[in-house]
């Protein structure tokens, strides 16, 4: 079972950046999206970031201007660069896949890392 392989996250002063990385552990079909989640303690899962096939991303409006995403095709990669950070990004991210198999989407999700931003 192919799972996704998250790294970079950890504790981060205010005003400060972190990377975050996400690849699969095996080999999967090139995802049509990939995405990075977060769920802060007491709330809901939400959209950070996705980038669909090689060009379209979207934003929350909540990191616009400050986190970016990008893929490394080569390496079935996503990372999220995160600047600016504030004590309201801390929450654990996950990185999502979208695979398109026999014509229905399968989701990967990995198993979270841990961001905490301290004011």
């Known amino acids: 079972q192919v799972q996704l392989v998250e790294s970079g996250g950890g504790l981060v002063q205010a005003g400060g950046s972190l990377r975050l990385s996400c690849a699969p552990s095996g080999s999967i079909s090139s995802p049509k999206a990939m995405g990075w989640y977060r769920q802060a303690p007491g709330k809901q899962r939400e959209l950070v970031a996705r980038?669909?096939?090689?060009?379209?991303?979207n934003y929350a409006d909540a990191v616009k201007g400050r986190f970016t995403i990008s893929r490394d095709n080569a390496k079935n990669t996503v990372y999220l660069q995160m600047n600016s950070l504030r004590p309201e990004d801390t929450a654990v991210y996950y990185c999502n896949f979208v695979v398109v198999l026999f014509g229905f989407n399968r989701n990967y999700w990995g198993q979270g890392t841990q961001v905490t931003v301290s004011s």
């Open positions: 980038i669909i096939n090689d060009s379209s991303t």
